[in-house]
């Protein structure tokens, strides 16, 4: 197999899309957008560093958590995280922003593309408020592009169906950051103890809890 290395060869294998599927492609939200947005309680977010690197962040919390501004804007909530700041490092260097967002047992995701600043405005991330605590920071989108994938994906990946779902697996961070810290397996545990506490008990909060 040759690697490609032209549009040219590319568009010998993936033919170019009819024009219809191409007026899909939206500068605003529309009705469905909204709706769909409303409903959503996950997505996931890209930007770019100053490199060139590609940093993909997962975003979840209530459904309606990305807030319709108007059609060419939305609000993003910043909840407590493992504090890399990645995605907002990029956000402020280039303000280059992609997203893909996803509706539970609906097979179509809905992409966005456009810039995105970063706000910590009291009033703004008060408004942002979940269970009563309000966002640490506000990441405004403004919209270049929006469509509607359409579901092959998950249709073909079986996304939606408990039943397709291959045995729950567990990823061990412990295993990952003790040796290269110089810890050994106790440190691991302690490691791994304290991300199921941040699933559990500290989902809100980094600050532990007394006694823990």
């Not at 590319?10 to 009819?18: C, G, H, N, Q, T």
């Not at 609906?106 to 810039?115: A, K, N, V």
């Not at 989108?141 to 359409?150: A, T």
Request: charged residues 25%.
């Amino acid at each position: 197999m040759a690697r490609l290395t032209s549009l040219a060869d590319l568009r010998r294998v993936i033919a170019e899309p009819r024009p219809a599927t191409r007026s899909k492609i939206l500068d605003a939200l529309d009705d469905q957008s909204i709706d769909f947005l409303k409903r959503c309680p996950f997505a996931l977010v890209s930007t770019t560093a100053a490199d060139g690197t590609i940093e993909v962040s997962p975003k979840g919390d209530e459904p309606g958590f990305i807030r319709v501004e108007d059609p060419r804007t939305l609000l993003i909530p910043e909840r407590i995280g493992n504090n890399l700041a990645f995605g907002l490092s990029n956000i402020v260097t280039n303000g280059k922003i992609g997203m893909i967002a996803l509706v539970p047992a609906t097979g179509e995701t809905l992409r966005i593309s456009g810039t995105a600043e970063v706000f910590d405005d009291a009033d703004l991330v008060e408004s942002l408020s979940s269970l009563g605590k309000p966002a640490l920071l506000a990441t405004r989108v403004h919209i270049k592009h929006c469509y509607f994938h359409c579901a092959r994906s998950i249709v073909r990946a079986n996304l939606w169906k408990p039943e397709k779902w291959p045995a729950p697996g567990r990823i061990s961070f412990g295993k990952i950051i003790a040796p290269r810290i110089g810890a050994g397996e106790d440190v691991a545990a302690q490691i791994d103890a304290g991300v199921a506490g941040a699933y559990g008990e500290r989902l809100w909060s980094n600050t532990p809890v007394s006694g823990s």
